[in-house]
C-alpha cells in the first residue's frame, strides 16, 4: 500500500457493462488477468477534514418545538445528508417524553412526539420506544411505534408509520389489519420497517394471527399495503416455504419494489434454504438453493455461513442482483475452495471469489468472509475476509469485487492516514459507485494493546481518506472519545446533476454528550453520465 499526502482530484470510476445473461453460471476470467493487473491496491492519504464535517443536532440542543432538549439520541440512519433518529427528551433534569425527528442541515424536524393523537383518531403517540427509523432521499421517514389507549387494546396498538414532516404521519400498517392478498390480520407487535425505497414503499416482516410469518409492503396511501409472501406460499417447484426457518437472515428491498429474502423449503428433508425474489404481483422467483451447483466445481451446502460465522444479509441492488456467501461441498480443493461469495440474478450465478484465491496483492490466499457484506447498483461487492499465508502479519483485509477483479482497500498493518497501522477492520454499511465507508481500529505502534484507537475512513475508490478519529479535537466540542457508523453512505448527483454530493453519516461522543454528524464533499461531473453499457464519469474533490 503506498502512501500520498495529495489531496484526491479528478477522480475517474468507470461502470462495468451490464453482464450478458445467456450463461447460467459465470465466473471471472482470473486465468486470463495477470496478477500485476489484477492487483490494484489502495493508496492512503493523511485527510481530516473538519471543514468538511457538519454536526446537525446535538444530545443539549432544544427540541424543534422547545420543549425540552434531546437527551439520548437513538440508532440515527442517513441517506443525502439527512439524518432521522428517535431520542428521549429532558427538561431540567426531568423527563419529558420521546420523539422522532429528521435532521438536515441547518434544522431538526419533528416528525412525531409521545403523547401526539394518531392519524386516524384512534390513540395517541407512546413511549418511542425501538422505532429504528429509516430514511429516504425525499427524506421520508419510517418507523415502527406503539400506541397508547386505543379501541382494540392490544389488538391495534402498534403500527408502522412514514411522514417527511410537513403534515402528520401516514399509517403504513397496523396491528389488526387485513394486508391486501391476506386472509388474516396483522399481530401486535408489527415487525421493524426493514427497508424504505425512494417512492416512499415501506418493507417490514409479522406475524398474521394464527402464526403465519409474512413479508409486507405499504406505501401509506388507502389501499396501499399487500402481502408479499407469507408461510406456505409455493416456489416454482412446488415446495412451500417457511420464513423464519433460516433464522434471523432479514429481507431487502430496491427502488423497483422487488423484495429479496430467504426461506426454508418444506417438506423437504434435511433441510433445504434458498434465496427468492417477490414483487406481490408475479409468481415467486427462486434465485438460488442449496443443492444447486455452485460455479466452476461443487454445490452449495450452506446460503447464510462461512466457517460458521452468520452472514446477517444478502443485499439486493436495483438490477435484481442478490450478493451472498456460500459454504459449498464436492470442490475439486476439499477444504481448500470450499467457500466463497457470489452475486445471482434471475439468470445465473456469478462467483466473484472462492477460498483459496490469491490475494490482489499476492501476499497470501483467502481464508474465511467476513459476517456482512455490501453490494451497490453495478454489482461492486464490498467484503471482509481473513487470508492464510500472509507475511507481515497481514492476516485479513478489506475488498471490493465486481465479478471480474477483486481490489484491495486495505490490509491489517497497512499504515493508516494520520498515523500508526490498521489493527482491525470494522466494514461499515455502505458503497457506492465503489466507494466505501468503514470503521477500523488503529494500532499507534507504542505497545499493547494493538487497537488504541478507533477511525472513521472512506476509500473514494482509489484512495483511503480519513474523516474523522477518537483523539481529534473537535472545533468548538471537544476531544472525540466514542465513534460509532450508523449509516449509509450516499454519493448523489451523477444523473442528470452537474454537481454531485458523497456524504456519510456518523455519531461521535465528545465532551460527555453525543453530536449526530454528516462529512460531505461536493464532486463536480465533467463530462456527466452516458447511457449505455460502458459510461463512465471523472469528478473533482472541491
Known amino acids: ?45 493523511p485527510l481530516a477534514f473538519a471543514d468538511d464535517i457538519e454536526v446537525l443536532v446535538k444530545s443539549e440542543d432544544r427540541a424543534p418545538d422547545n420543549t425540552g432538549e434531546f437527551f439520548l439520541l437513538n440508532i440515527p440512519v442517513q441517506r443525502n445528508g439527512n439524518l432521522a433518529f428517535s431520542s428521549s427528551l429532558r427538561d431540567n433534569g426531568f423527563s419529558v417524553g420521546t420523539g422522532v425527528y429528521r435532521a438536515e442541515s441547518g434544522s431538526v424536524v419533528q416528525i412525531v412526539r409521545e403523547g401526539d393523537p394518531a392519524p386516524d383518531g384512534n390513540g395517541q403517540f407512546g413511549s418511542a420506544g425501538d422505532p429504528d427509523p429509516l430514511i429516504n432521499e425525499n427524506g421520508q421517514v419510517a418507523f415502527r411505534h406503539q400506541l397508547i389507549n386505543t379501541i382494540g387494546g392490544t389488538v391495534d396498538n402498534t403500527a408502522i408509520f412514514i411522514s417527511d414532516g410537513s403534515g402528520a404521519p401516514a399509517i403504513v400498517a397496523r396491528s389488526g389489519q387485513t394486508p391486501a392478498g391476506s386472509a388474516a390480520i396483522l399481530n401486535s407487535p408489527i415487525g421493524q420497517p426493514n427497508g424504505l425505497n425512494r417512492s416512499g414503499d415501506v418493507l417490514f416482516t409479522s406475524t398474521l394471527m394464527g402464526g403465519i410469518r409474512g413479508l409486507f409492503l405499504g406505501d401509506g396511501t388507502p389501499g396501499g399495503l399487500v402481502q408479499l409472501v407469507a408461510d406456505g406460499d409455493f416456489v416454482p417447484n412446488g415446495e412451500s416455504v417457511d420464513i423464519a426457518g433460516p433464522g434471523n437472515q432479514p429481507p431487502t428491498l430496491n427502488e423497483s419494489g422487488e423484495v429479496g429474502f430467504m426461506a426454508r423449503l418444506l417438506p423437504l428433508v434435511p433441510r433445504v434454504d ?15 438453493r442449496e443443492g444447486d451447483p455452485a460455479p466452476s466445481d461443487g454445490s452449495f451446502s450452506e446460503l447464510r455461513s462461512t466457517s460458521g460465522a452468520m452472514v446477517s444479509n444478502h443485499p439486493l441492488n436495483d438490477r435484481g442482483e442478490v450478493a451472498f456467501v456460500a459454504d459449498l461441498v464436492g470442490t475439486s480443493g476439499g477444504i481448500t475452495d470450499n467457500a466463497g461469495l457470489f452475486v445471482v440474478d434471475k439468470s445465473k450465478i456469478t462467483e466473484y471469489v472462492r477460498r483459496g484465491d490469491s490475494a490482489p496483492d499476492g501476499n497470501g ?20 475476509a481473513s487470508l492464510t499465508g500472509v507475511v507481515n502479519g497481514a492476516t485479513d483485509g478489506l475488498f471490493l469485487a465486481d465479478g471480474d477483479t477483486v481490489r484491495q482497500i486495505l490490509r491489517r498493518n497497512d499504515p493508516a492516514p494520520g498515523g500508526g497501522v490498521f489493527s482491525d477492520i470494522l466494514l461499515g454499511t455502505g458503497i457506492r459507485e465503489g466507494q466505501v465507508a468503514f470503521l477500523a481500529f488503529v494500532d499507534l505502534q507504542d505497545g499493547p494493546p494493538a487497537n488504541d484507537l478507533e477511525g472513521l475512513f472512506f476509500f473514494d475508490g482509489s484512495t483511503v481518506l480519513e474523516i474523522l478519529r477518537v483523539g481529534d479535537t473537535f472545533p468548538g466540542l471537544g476531544v472525540v472519545s466514542d465513534l460509532t457508523l450508523r449509516a449509509a453512505l450516499v454519493n448523489e448527483g451523477p444523473e442528470g446533476n452537474a454537481i454531485g454530493h458523497r456524504s456519510v453519516g456518523f455519531d461521535f461522543t465528545s465532551g460527555g454528550n453525543y453530536r449526530l454528524a454528516v462529512w460531505r464533499q461536493t464532486m463536480i461531473f465533467e463530462d456527466g453520465f452516458e447511457s449505455g453499457d460502458t459510461s463512465a464519469w471523472s469528478s473533482t474533490v472541491q
Open 1 to 45: 500500500m503506498s502512501n500520498t499526502n495529495s489531496r484526491p482530484v479528478n477522480i475517474r470510476l468507470a461502470r462495468r457493462p451490464m453482464a450478458e445473461k445467456s450463461k447460467v453460471h459465470t465466473r471471472r476470467a482470473a486465468s486470463t488477468i495477470s496478477l500485476a493487473a489484477a492487483c490494484i491496491v489502495a493508496s492512503v492519504a
Open 274 to 288: 434458498a434465496l427468492l425474489l417477490a414483487d406481490g404481483t408475479n409468481p415467486l422467483v427462486e434465485l438460488v
Open 365 to 384: 490466499t483467502f481464508l474465511g468472509f467476513g459476517n456482512r457484506i455490501d453490494l451497490d447498483e453495478d454489482g461492486r461487492v464490498v467484503f471482509e
